[in-house]
């Protein structure tokens, strides 16, 4: 991994010296490097017994999709739902709103995992310079931006149509 990024320039040191992520690796103490490896993939075992699962300890999915906080906040949300219709904490019970959390948020989850796949894809021909990668953040927050404003005028323009009503 350390040879893959060594090249990356990072936006430190003094004017007119260029540092990369190489220069970085190398003056770090070989003790002090750790490699953590992140599996992207949903996993079928949501739950056990009396533990279940949210977020990336059930489906870890690639930054680049921008999903993972979103994802794991909405599974919040339905696994909280589903634990307050429980009528008595016995192990079936919970065993059975486990099973519905799961069937509701699995789909979401998965299609969140594709496209997250999509856009690591996307991005790995864009990431060769940190200048390159500047661009696309700044054209996806402008279409972000966009379509917020877009979302904003349809509300408005609801609200000034359920007034006439």
């Known amino acids: 991994m350390c040879k893959e990024v060594r090249h990356f320039k990072v936006p430190i040191g003094k004017e007119g010296v260029t540092v990369t992520m190489g220069d970085l690796i190398d003056k ?25 699962l949210l977020g990336d300890a059930c489906h870890k999915m690639n930054p680049a999709g921008g999903a993972g906080a979103q994802t794991a906040i909405q599974d919040a949300v339905a696994l909280a739902n589903w634990i307050s219709t429980l009528q008595s904490p016995t192990p079936s019970d919970l065993e059975t709103i486990f099973k519905e959390y799961r069937a509701e948020r699995y ?19 864009v990431r060769n310079t940190s200048e390159d990668l500047l661009t696309w953040w700044t054209l ?22 359920e007034g006439l009503l």
């Open 28 to 52: 770090t103490p070989k003790d002090m490097i750790s490699k953590v490896m992140l599996e992207e993939k949903i996993f079928e075992t949501w739950f056990g017994g009396r533990t279940v």
């Open 140 to 161: 996806l927050l402008n279409l972000f931006i966009a379509f917020f404003f877009l979302l904003c005028r349809i509300e408005y323009d609801f609200h000034i149509i």
């Open 107 to 125: 789909p979401i989850a998965k299609e969140a995992f594709s496209t997250s796949q999509m856009f690591k894809n996307i991005g790995g021909t």
